[in-house]
């Protein structure tokens, strides 16, 4: 690896630059991500997951880079172009751009009209106007007609000289970077509607006549006016100075950098106006439309880099939820006309029992569904009822209250489950395979239990993007969009282990070292053969060699089986360091773990070697302690309130709990049980300045909400997370459930605001009524 490119990573990262020398080692050696950071802190001095992803992504950017700067200096060369200046300037280039616009005056092209002008002899003509402006452009463009190649009158002459001159000016790489960042700063993007499609494209009516400063575009307003662009909405175009500028001859300031680049100035000589004429054309013609791509090809990638880490960001607390664990389930997925189909799962999440019971329209048959699912709950020792949040999800959750108060003996919980993905699970490949015998539409009920025992075991058998918890998530570059996913998929589920003894094949693909295909392998080992006794026994399954074991093994996780260590975090090539401590303490390994006082009284520095420093000792002794800690919070459910079952039944300043369903940008929304999700704006988060919606709100998380506003005929509803209202203390008009994150942030002082609004304006969080409109607007945009 090039040293500057682990300098650079380090300096990006604010580590040392050995720490990324050592990653990149590992890295290029096949190590996985989560297997350096979690079994390689000695190498990497403790670089973190989070760092090490942003560590592989500059790695391959940089790289490609290197390559393409060799592709470059090589092609220069064979021209017999490469000067020392201009290997010294592309050797220092630190980015693709810099580096195409130094190669792009030598870059093979179609033959141009500069070129086609030099061919006709032309060159001289263009050379003698720039350097002696006293001769007259018509005069001298007589002497070089040429018939022959199009030249035929002085018009023409001069036309194939200023192609020529704006080629040249157009592609010095200096005056391209200095314009490009120049409009960065101080262009404007502005939209206007195609009349064709007004009407059509109703939708984006905010930006049929809208423009802001292109730096300060937010990714979700960027996205909107990309994706009516695409449609054929909106005209987009950059605006770099004045639209009409009160002296049309004076340049503009694109105009004036190339003026000041080249020399150009009106000093009344006779080809001065001319020389003018070639700026103007060079800045309209060949640099504004390059930067216009250029600059927009920065918003969007801008734009959809954020989009991405909101989804990723949002996909990882879901993944992350609280799992209700190994507890039989009833689930439900609710319907009408065709009835609720349900399934019954056991605590290990086989299917043991279905039903389709009709509680609703036409059939009403209300008793006879309770009775059925009180004998499924009775027959198969069921501890909770999970209801998914679709069609029905209300009417349906009302029947479980009143199960529950007709079998109080059952001692059953309800859970309304979020459904999304569901289907799509049902419809799979996957699906088939593992319920073969269940028709499609019960395989939704049994995907709506299994998601309340573990949502990261389930929800891995679903494409990211069916789990509706991005924004804009069809706009953006699918492939980077996929990636970023991915490797929150594998961060997550190595985060929180594997059973190898239970986990689906599609769960055991996304462990450390594990594909798809090791992953079936090991399935149909363990159906063969039994369940697995020790980590040793996984080296029988074919194909599973010592560099996959290495990788894998402390991610699975082989309950009660013959080594206790083996149900823990702890990687088998450290437990010599566990022998070491078990004869220092002299106990057995059963009577040390969860021996807090003992543990902590230890000094990891007394058990390392030349292989295992302090970093990993301390693990080691943290997993003894609480060997195979799920790093996931407490499982907790909200309670709906009773009599709140549609928008019509919402009241302003009704204090509610709800699940919160999404985060992006400009907020979170919130199921509070009406089947229209609730918004609290960023502004209405907390008692204090939120820059980042993540910070008080996660997908999946319990929370209390205040209502703000309901409009029943756009069906929006607007809340809050904060219980004060501005006439004094909100009077909670519902049953009190438990607290959800963010509830105690309201103590905290200070305003602060939050960017939001056209043109980056700011608007104050004490007022929420238009950034309400304006994020409900956004949210609708997303939708369509």
């Not at 082989?558 to 090539?573: F, M, R, T, W, Y």
Request: aromatic share 4%; proline share 5%; with cysteine.
């Amino acid at each position: 690896m090039p040293q500057n490119i682990s300098q650079r990573i380090a300096e990006e990262l604010g580590v040392r630059e050995s720490q990324i020398t050592a990653a990149v080692r590992l890295l290029d050696e096949g190590a996985t991500v989560p297997f350096i950071a979690r079994y390689r802190k000695e190498a990497t001095e403790g670089l973190d997951d989070s760092q090490l992803r942003t560590l592989e992504e500059r790695l391959g950017y940089l790289r490609e880079l290197e390559d393409r700067r060799q592709t470059v200096i090589d092609t220069i060369r064979e021209q017999g172009k490469l000067t020392d200046e201009l290997a010294a300037q592309i050797a220092a280039a630190d980015t693709k751009t810099r580096l195409e616009d130094l190669y792009a005056p030598y870059k093979p092209k179609r033959r141009t009209k500069g070129q086609k002008a030099i061919e006709a002899g032309l060159e001289p003509l263009a050379r003698t106007l720039y350097e002696d402006p006293t001769q007259d452009p018509e005069t001298l463009a007589a002497e070089y007609l040429n018939p022959e190649h199009e030249v035929s009158d002085v018009k023409a002459a001069l036309e194939g000289a200023r192609a020529i001159l704006m080629e040249e000016w157009a592609e010095d790489p200096e005056l391209v970077g200095e314009l490009r960042e120049y409009a960065w700063e101080h262009g404007v993007l502005r939209s206007a509607v195609v009349e064709e499609q007004r009407q059509a494209g109703a939708k984006f009516s905010d930006y049929f006549d809208y423009r802001e400063p292109i730096k300060d575009i937010p990714s979700h307003r960027a996205l909107a006016l990309f994706r009516g662009r695409k449609e054929g909405v909106l005209k987009l175009d950059l605006i770099v100075g004045e639209e009409e500028p009160e002296n049309p001859r004076a340049y503009g300031p694109g105009e004036s950098h190339i003026a000041a680049r080249f020399g150009i100035r009106d000093s009344g000589r006779a080809a001065d106006a001319w020389l003018a004429e070639v700026v103007r054309y060079t800045w309209r013609v060949k640099v504004l439309t390059k930067l216009e791509t250029e600059l927009t090809t920065r918003l969007r990638e801008r734009a959809e880099e954020e989009a991405i880490r909101v989804f990723g960001g949002n996909l990882h607390d879901l993944l992350l939820a609280a799992p209700a664990g190994t507890r039989p389930v009833i689930g439900i997925d609710p319907g009408l006309r065709t009835g609720c189909k349900v399934a019954v799962v056991d605590a290990t999440g086989k299917v043991v029992d279905t039903a389709t019971i009709y509680p609703h329209e036409p059939k009403k048959q209300w008793d006879q569904s309770i009775a059925a699912l009180a004998d499924l709950a009775k027959k198969h020792d069921a501890a909770l009822v999970a209801i998914g949040n679709g069609t029905a999800s209300r009417e349906t959750d009302r029947l479980a209250v009143d199960l529950l108060k007709a079998h109080p003996e059952l001692g059953l919980q309800k859970v309304v489950v979020s459904e999304a993905g569901a289907s799509v699970y049902s419809a799979s490949e996957q699906a088939s395979k593992e319920l073969p015998e269940l028709d499609v539409s019960l395989r939704g009920a049994v995907s709506i239990a299994r998601r309340l025992q573990d949502p990261l075991a389930e929800l891995v058998k679903i494409d990211p993007g069916s789990i509706g918890v991005g924004q804009y998530q069809h706009d953006v570059s699918q492939s980077r969009l996929a990636r970023t996913l991915d490797a929150v998929v594998e961060d997550c589920v190595n985060a929180v282990g594997v059973d190898a003894n239970t986990a689906s094949a599609p769960l055991l693909t996304r462990v450390s070292g594990l594909n798809a295909n090791l992953a079936q392998r090991l399935v149909e080992y363990r159906n063969e053969h039994g369940a697995f006794r020790s980590r040793e026994d996984l080296k029988a399954v074919p194909r599973l060699g010592d560099k996959t074991f290495e990788q894998a093994a402390g991610f699975l996780r082989i309950q009660d089986g013959d080594n206790p260590l083996d149900a823990s975090a702890v990687h088998p090539e450290a437990y010599p360091v566990v022998q070491r401590i078990l004869e220092d303490a002299g106990r057995r390994i059963d009577q040390v773990l969860g021996d807090s006082r003992l543990l902590k009284s230890l000094r990891p520095e007394a058990y390392t070697d030349d292989r295992f420093g302090v970093p990993t000792v301390t693990d080691i002794l943290a997993e003894l302690d609480k060997p195979g800690r799920d790093p996931r919070p407490e499982f907790e459910t909200a309670s709906f309130r009773e009599g709140v079952e549609k928008l019509e039944d919402l009241e302003p300043d009704m204090i509610l709990e709800g699940v919160v369903t999404n985060v992006t940008n400009f907020g979170a929304f919130v199921d509070v049980g009406v089947h229209q999700d609730g918004l609290v704006h960023i502004s209405q988060m907390a008692d204090r300045y939120v820059s980042d919606p993540r910070e008080v709100a996660k997908p999946g998380a319990v929370v209390k909400v205040r209502v703000l506003e309901v409009d029943t005929e756009r069906r929006r509803i607007g809340l809050s997370m904060k219980m004060q209202t501005e006439a004094g203390e909100g009077q909670p008009t519902g049953k009190k459930g438990k607290q959800g994150p963010g509830q105690d942030q309201g103590k905290s002082k200070g305003g602060g605001k939050n960017p939001k609004g056209k043109a980056g304006k700011e608007k104050p969080q004490s007022e929420p009524q238009g950034a309400l409109a304006e994020a409900f607007r956004r949210a609708r945009e997303d939708k369509d």
